[in-house]
Structure formats: C-alpha cells, structure tokens
C-alpha cells in the first residue's frame, strides 16, 4: 500500500517515502547494480565502434582534395 508518492525527489528517496520501508533502499540500489551490470557492456561496444569511427574519419581526412593537388601540381609556380 503506497502512503506517499513524491514527484522529482530520485529513485532511492521516491521509494523509501512511498513505503517507509529501508527495504526498498535495498531493492532500488540492487535494480540500479543490475541494470549498470546489464548496460555496461553494450554502452563499451557502441564507444568502441564511435571511437574506430573517429580515427577512420581522421585518417581519411584531407586538406585539399586529390582533384585540387593535381591542379596545383600541374602549375608550375616557382618563387
């Protein structure tokens, strides 16, 4: 039977004042193990993946064009 049901007041505090029970501390830091332990591995794939993505993209990042570096080789500019 809930007593109170707080808005905006967090998770472990929500449920505490909902049920006055120092139990639902309990099942609301096990929830939060839980779900940390679940997502950790995908939320490391994706960075990793991001991060590969970013040094493709650097690598193959140019200043000028190939296009434009033949134009300027074909130029012939002596100071």
């Known amino acids: ?3 109170f049901t707080p808005p905006y007041v967090g ?6 004042l909902a049920t006055f ?3 639902s501390l309990l099942v609301n830091g096990a929830q939060m193990l839980f779900s940390i332990l679940i ?8 960075e990793r993946n991001e991060l590969k993505k970013e040094k493709e993209r650097s690598q193959n990042k140019k200043a000028i064009s190939d296009e434009d570096e033949a134009l300027i080789d074909d130029l012939d500019l002596d100071f």
């Open 1 to 3: 039977m809930s007593v």
């Open 21 to 23: 029970d120092w139990r």
């Open 39 to 46: 997502w950790y591995p995908f939320c490391k794939m994706a």
């Open 11 to 16: 998770v472990f505090l929500e449920g505490y």
